[in-house]
């Protein structure tokens, strides 16, 4: 089955630092572009971070840039996101998701997982 | 960066009816636009890629048009089933933040 499964959130206290992971599964991930993108309670999609296929290229939204780092091991197919200084915004449920090259410069996203939740507070 | 609205925020619909959503680009995608659904609890699903093209396994009910700043999902039937929040999405520039809209909640009226 093609699959992406979330895992790593959890409460955590400000400033504080948390590891998340995407196990893929049914496809050959290392031909995959990746991304992370969130979801705040009650709110819409945010996107915050993408990797080529053979990890050389990472780019990270403005809004997490110098605190997050994002990261793959085409061996063991699975994708992280390191969270670093976490702040309250920070609080979300954060999706893996597969990114497919189209027409433009940049990626629509064809393969979801159904996210993990980080919690930020004190 | 690009700025995507969507409209309306809600949408109350009765079963079987016609739903029209909209979504706007602050500037020019060329038709590099996908659409989303997402239920509570659940994974976003690809509905609509390059405007108009539906994903694998897409219903026929739904359809997507247009391209530069406007587009249209349209859904022929409402089912049960596609009561929830729909995103558009521009994938034509760098970089990708605010590549998502606000959403539109289709509900049941």
């Known amino acids: 089955e093609v699959q992406l499964l979330e895992s790593g959130g959890g409460l955590v206290q400000p400033g504080g630092s948390l590891r998340l992971s995407c196990a893929a599964s049914g496809f050959t991930f290392s031909i995959s572009d990746m991304t992370w993108v969130r979801q705040a309670p009650g709110k819409g999609l945010e996107w915050v971070s993408v990797?080529?296929?053979?990890?050389?290229?990472?780019y990270c939204a403005d809004s997490v840039k110098g605190r997050f780092t994002i990261s793959r091991d085409n061996s063991g197919n699975t994708l992280y996101l390191q969270m670093n200084s976490l702040r309250l915004e920070d609080t979300a449920v954060y999706h893996c998701?597969?990114?497919?090259?189209?027409?433009?410069?940049?990626?629509?996203?064809?393969?979801w997982g159904r996210g993990t939740l980080v919690t930020v507070s004190s | 960066e690009i700025v995507m609205t969507q409209s309306p925020a809600t949408l109350s619909v009765s079963p079987g009816e016609r739903a029209t959503l909209s979504c706007r680009a602050s500037?020019?995608?060329?038709?590099?636009l996908a659409w989303y659904q997402q239920k509570p609890g659940q994974a976003p699903r690809l509905l609509i890629y390059?405007?108009?093209t539906r994903a694998t396994g897409i219903p026929a009910r739904f359809s997507g048009s247009g391209s530069g700043t406007e587009f249209t999902l349209t859904i022929s039937s409402l089912q049960s089933e596609d009561f929830a929040v729909y995103y558009c999405q521009q994938y034509n520039n760098w970089p990708p933040e605010g590549t998502f809209g606000q959403g539109t909640k289709v509900e049941i009226k």
């Open positions: 500037q020019s995608v060329s038709t590099n």
């Open positions: 998701a597969r990114g497919m090259a189209g027409a433009g410069t940049s990626w629509y996203f064809d393969l």
């Open positions: 390059g405007a108009s």
């Open positions: 990797i080529s296929d053979d990890g050389r290229r990472t």
